[in-house]
């Protein structure tokens, strides 16, 4: 498909922790028109103006949950944006933290799993994965980091699993939300390391494990990352899709 890149479209990303950004998706975004822009959550309030104004909502990763609220307060904002797009039926992504906001706004169970997924493993797509954007993802290894787990929001389609984490990733015909991580950048995965010291501390992982298989997998996972959010924009972006959301 090809982009008209001269109409001008905006991107509004929620980022919870700095370094947990839109990464290698920022510059796809540019390049298909997109103004980018972050909501630094916990320190920038929340302007619903600016949700409404945004082509496209990205709800990006973060070390809470999804049912912390009594300590970080900024959640409630957080879900009634999400709960306001969604009544919109306006595109929207989420990522790990952000895929559970959305599912839990969706009617989901999200909750702790006592275990943890940390590292790049592959990724299996369902058939109805197979059949999405998300297919040039099917067998890659991925970068999981997460221990809470959402089901799947009923009328969403399952697209992805891992043998402990069954609900990887769902899909509406607005929504796409993601457990793992597509957009965090290889070349910068130092800073993820450095963020989350403490938790790969406490659960024995070595950080220099998850620096060669960044080192290993990433230029590949980038390439099919990209393509399977493309192909995902497109979807969202066609003239049929504005249509049907009118």
């Given at each position: 498909?090809?982009?008209?890149?001269?109409?001008?479209?905006?991107?509004?990303?929620?980022?919870?922790?700095?370094?947990?950004?839109?990464?290698?998706?920022?510059?796809?975004?540019?390049?298909?028109?997109?103004?980018?822009?972050?909501?630094?959550?916990?320190?920038?309030?929340?302007?619903?103006?600016?949700?409404?104004?945004?082509?496209?909502?990205?709800?990006?990763?973060?070390?809470?949950?999804?049912?912390?609220?009594?300590?970080?307060?900024?959640?409630?904002?957080?879900?009634?944006?999400?709960?306001?797009?969604?009544?919109?039926?306006?595109?929207?992504?989420?990522?790990?933290?952000?895929?559970?906001?959305?599912?839990?706004?969706?009617?989901?169970?999200?909750?702790?799993?006592?275990?943890?997924?940390?590292?790049y493993a592959p990724l299996e797509l369902t058939a109805?994965?197979?059949?999405?954007?998300?297919?040039?993802?099917?067998?890659?290894?991925?970068?999981?980091?997460?221990?809470?787990?959402?089901?799947?929001?009923?009328?969403?389609?399952?697209?992805?699993?891992?043998?402990?984490?069954?609900?990887q990733a769902f899909a509406t015909d607005t929504v796409?939300?993601?457990?793992?991580?597509?957009?965090?950048?290889?070349?910068?995965?130092?800073?993820?390391?450095?963020?989350?010291?403490?938790?790969?501390?406490?659960?024995?992982?070595?950080?220099?494990?998850?620096?060669?298989?960044?080192?290993?997998?990433?230029?590949?996972?980038?390439?099919?990352?990209?393509?399977?959010?493309?192909?995902?924009?497109?979807?969202?972006?066609?003239?049929?899709?504005?249509?049907?959301?009118?």
């Open positions: 498909m090809t982009i008209d890149s001269s109409r001008s479209r905006s991107a509004l990303a929620f980022r919870h922790v700095h370094f947990e950004d839109l990464g290698i998706l920022e510059p796809l975004l540019i390049e298909r028109g997109y103004h980018v822009e972050y909501v630094d959550l916990g320190v920038q309030a929340i302007d619903i103006e600016r949700v409404d104004d945004a082509d496209l909502l990205i709800v990006l990763g973060g070390p809470i949950g999804v049912y912390d609220t009594v300590h970080y307060p900024f959640l409630h904002a957080s879900k009634e944006a999400i709960a306001h797009r969604l009544r919109q039926d306006r595109a929207m992504l989420g990522i790990c933290l952000g895929a559970q906001l959305i599912a839990e706004e969706m009617g989901a169970v999200v909750a702790p799993t006592g275990s943890v997924e940390i590292g109805e994965g197979l059949d999405s954007p998300l297919r040039p993802l099917d067998g890659l290894p991925v970068l999981h980091w997460h221990g809470d787990a959402f089901a799947i929001p009923e009328g969403a389609r399952q697209l992805a699993r891992t043998p402990d984490f069954p609900n796409l939300a993601l457990q793992f991580h597509l957009e965090a950048d290889h070349r910068t995965i130092g800073n993820w390391l450095i963020g989350h010291a403490h938790e790969l501390h406490h659960h024995d992982i070595d950080p220099r494990t998850i620096r060669e298989q960044a080192r290993i997998h990433g230029p590949r996972l980038e390439t099919a990352a990209r393509t399977a959010i493309a192909a995902w924009l497109d979807e969202v972006d066609s003239p049929a899709h504005h249509a049907d959301a009118n």
